[in-house]
Nanobody
Framework: QVQLAESGGGLVQAGESLRLSCAAS????????MCWYRQAPGKQRELVAT???????DYAYSVRGRFTISRDNANNTVYLQMNSLKPEDTAVYYCNIRFQIRRGGVVYISWGQGTQVTVSS
C-alpha cells in the first residue's frame, strides 16, 4: 500500500509564494510520472503540472512561468513551487503518482489527501 503525505498549503496574499510537498511511502519499485492537480469550488479537477521519471516537465497554461514542479527521486517526493500567486489559484491541491511495485509490473495510481491553498486579493 502506498500513501502520499502532502504539506505546504495555506493562506497567502496575491503575489506571494508557497511551496507544496508530497512524499510517497510504501511498496514502490519505481515512480513514473508525478503530478499536481487542483480543484476549485464548483469546478472540475484540473492537471496543473507533471514531471516524468526523466525530469521532463509540463504545465497548464494558466500557471506556466509562475509554478515549478520538481522531484527528489531518492526520497520519492514531488514539490510544487508556486510564485506570483493569484486569487484564481485558490483550490485544493492534490498530488498524484503513477508507480510500479515491481519491474515490468502494472502501473498503479495513488492520490494525496489534498491541501488547501487560498490566495486573497
Amino acid at each position: 500500500q502506498v500513501q502520499l503525505a502532502e504539506s505546504g498549503g495555506g493562506l497567502v496574499q496575491a503575489g506571494e509564494s508557497l511551496r507544496l510537498s508530497c512524499a510517497a511511502s510504501g511498496t514502490i519499485f519505481s515512480i513514473n510520472a508525478m503530478c499536481w492537480y487542483r480543484q476549485a469550488p464548483g469546478k472540475q479537477r484540473e492537471l496543473v503540472a507533471t514531471v516524468t521519471s526523466g525530469s521532463s516537465t509540463d504545465y497548464a497554461y494558466s500557471v506556466r512561468g509562475r509554478f515549478t514542479i520538481s522531484r527528489d527521486n531518492a526520497n520519492n517526493t514531488v514539490y510544487l513551487q508556486m510564485n506570483s500567486l493569484k486569487p484564481e489559484d485558490t483550490a485544493v491541491y492534490y498530488c498524484n503518482i503513477r508507480f510500479q511495485i515491481r519491474r515490468g509490473g502494472v502501473v498503479y495510481i495513488s492520490w494525496g489527501q489534498g491541501t488547501q491553498v487560498t490566495v486573497s486579493s
